[in-house]
């Protein structure tokens, strides 16, 4: 399961970014060459989730995705696949609670 989550908790109609930062690890293992972040896959992974990923990319350093919905009080775990121009692949997931009205 997912040990992190977003500070933030998202409002069932915003249409917002979340993103995932990858700072850390965007150079080598000596921290001297850079590794950038190319490619990321975003995802919800609950089933018969009402939370969908509208559209994800990467932004710098970050992997960026556009939520929309969610079922108030619900939380979910959003997923991201992350590669970087080394061939180097880290996949990170988080928690997303969304508001109570």
């Given at each position: 399961?997912?040990s992190l989550r977003?500070?933030?908790?998202?409002?069932?109609?915003?249409?917002?970014?979340?993103?995932?930062?990858?700072?850390?690890?965007?150079?080598?293992?000596?921290?001297?060459?850079?590794?950038?972040?190319?490619?990321?896959?975003?995802?919800?992974?609950?089933?018969?989730?009402?939370?969908?990923?509208?559209?994800?990319?990467?932004?710098?350093?970050?992997?960026?995705?556009?939520?929309?919905?969610?079922?108030?009080?619900?939380?979910?775990?959003?997923?991201?696949?992350?590669?970087?121009?080394?061939?180097?692949?880290?996949?990170?997931?988080?928690?997303?609670?969304?508001?109570?009205?």
């Open positions: 399961m997912a977003f500070e933030q908790d998202k409002d069932p109609l915003d249409i917002a970014p979340y993103a995932f930062g990858f700072t850390g690890h965007v150079y080598d293992e000596y921290g001297q060459k850079p590794d950038p972040l190319i490619t990321c896959v975003i995802r919800v992974l609950d089933d018969e989730a009402t939370l969908e990923v509208d559209s994800y990319d990467v932004v710098g350093d970050y992997a960026v995705a556009i939520l929309t919905g969610g079922t108030a009080g619900m939380t979910y775990t959003i997923d991201c696949l992350a590669t970087f121009e080394s061939g180097k692949v880290l996949n990170r997931s988080a928690k997303l609670k969304v508001k109570d009205l």
